[in-house]
């Protein structure tokens, strides 16, 4: 199916709005000579009144020269008597022949005193002006309309011709406004489709104004990074993945090549406690891989979770899952932040878990407004690994056997679940001595409040 190729927005915005440009000059030309038009008709209206009554006033005080008096171009003023017989006319008009005929005459005469019309005098439209003396004969007061209609005439052809000129010029100045106007965002596009094309990070051009351009330009970088950050949790996840999960599958290969082999070298019992143990040990890593790749995909719920009852709650299940019944762990003190509980409670669960696994006899979690400290009376981590610790799949020497150091993916959990929320874990000493062996470690958890 052929695309069919639409115009530009600019071109678009240009012929619409040059089109209702148009538009409005048309009708404001059209307005501009009725107004014209209809105020110089007026004017002649006042003129031709205004000499109907000076006549008719002459007349009545039998005062008519032998020249009817005149002063518009084309102006004719005749005095008829009863039968419709010229009896005083101005030098513009024929001393026989009346300007109107007498059936119209009568017409304009039975109005008013003095009424004003349009008609035809001597073959030509003209404003009519007729006025009654009182004593039977009629004033007839007449004023070209050829002026007014040339007047006119000319105004609309000049119009006519001015219109497309200004609409013309109009479309000109908005095209190269709109053009200048787009040309950040045509850089946006270009950048973006530079970017799409090298499938990596980039940036797009900031115009460091405060417009709806420069709002784009932040949201779409600020888009970009955040799908950039997604691209780099996925390329982590893969790896991490591909790095972890070879060891317990090529475990539980070998088991199984060993015990088919040689089915007299393992006892049933033996074999389904070995693979059991790889098996919950792979469902472990996997359940934690998927966790790390979904931090980050939506944005966590705050609200205001009790941090005392989170610390309980999570206290609990990691003392289950650890087995220690000499360990003695307990949860002291109250405090609130904000947060998500349930994103809260793996954070604590998780720094309980890493310290239960090296206690020596006691865990203790104190929570506060926006803390949760988990402390335990283990080895502690020395200052120059602490950062260290919060790497995928690390584990320090003493913690290097999976029994007892974990899939290493504890720490690093905790940290991204907590800068998710806004928050933050960071490691110190412990209670302890610090020239013991066993200064213990403090993890603490941050919140917003």
């Given amino acids: 199916m052929t695309r069919v190729r639409r115009w530009s927005l600019r071109a678009r915005l240009t ?27 007026a004017a002649l209206d006042d003129a031709v009144r205004a000499r109907a009554a000076t006549v008719a006033a002459l007349v009545a005080g039998d005062q008519v020269p032998d020249a009817l008096p005149v002063a518009e171009p084309g102006e004719i003023v005749q005095v008829l008597d009863a039968r419709g017989r010229v009896v005083a006319t101005s030098p513009t008009a024929s001393r026989t022949l009346p300007v109107l005929p007498a059936a119209e005459v009568a017409g304009l005469r039975e109005r008013a005193p003095v009424v004003v019309g349009t008609a035809t005098a001597y073959d030509r439209a003209a404003r009519v002006a007729v006025a009654d003396p009182g004593d039977g004969s009629v004033v007839v007061a007449t004023v070209p309309l050829a002026e007014v209609q040339g007047l006119v005439r000319a105004l609309r052809l000049s119009l ?36 799409a094309r090298a499938g990596g990070p980039g940036a797009l051009p900031d115009p460091g104004t405060d417009d709806e351009v420069g709002a ?7 888009m970009l990074d955040r799908l950039e950050v997604a691209a780099a949790r996925q390329r982590s996840f893969v790896a991490d993945a591909a790095h972890e999960l ?37 469902q472990a890593l996997v359940d934690d891989l ?29 003392v289950t899952a650890a087995g220690r019944p000499g360990v003695r762990a307990e949860v002291v003190g109250a405090g609130r932040a904000r947060g998500d509980a349930a994103a809260v409670g793996r954070v604590v669960r998780n720094l309980a878990d890493n310290a239960l696994r090296h206690a020596r006899s006691a865990v203790r979690v104190q929570v506060t407004d926006g803390r949760v400290a988990v402390v335990d009376d283990g080895p502690g981590v020395p200052a120059a690994d602490r950062e260290r610790v919060f790497e995928r799949f690390v584990r320090l ?46 993890a603490e958890l941050r919140l917003p409040v």
């Fill in 15 to 41: 012929v619409v709005t040059a089109g209702l440009l148009c538009v409005a000059l048309a009708v404001g030309a059209v307005l501009l000579s009725t107004v014209v038009q209809r105020s110089r008709v």
């Fill in 160 to 195: 006519v011709g001015v219109v497309p000129v200004l609409t013309a010029v109009l479309a000109l100045a908005i095209w190269v406004a709109l053009g200048r106007a787009l040309r950040p965002v045509e850089r946006l596009r270009s950048a973006a489709a530079q970017v």
């Fill in 216 to 222: 784009l330009a932040r949201t779409l970088n600020e």
């Fill in 246 to 282: 070879r060891t317990p599958l090529a475990a539980l290969g070998a088991t199984l090549d060993v015990a088919r082999t040689h089915p007299e070298a393992y006892e049933r019992d033996e074999l389904v406690a070995e693979l059991g143990d790889e098996v919950a040990r792979m």
């Fill in 290 to 318: 998927l966790l790390l790749a979904r931090v980050g995909s939506r944005p966590p719920a705050s609200q205001q979770v009790d941090l005392g009852d989170v610390a309980r709650d999570a206290l609990a299940l990691a």
């Fill in 397 to 442: 020497d003493d913690a290097r056997a999976r029994a007892a150091g974990g899939s290493g993916l504890g720490l690093a959990i905790a940290r991204e679940v907590a800068r998710e929320l806004g928050g933050e874990v960071v490691l110190a000493d412990g209670d302890g001595p610090a020239d013991d062996d066993a200064p213990g470690l403090r």
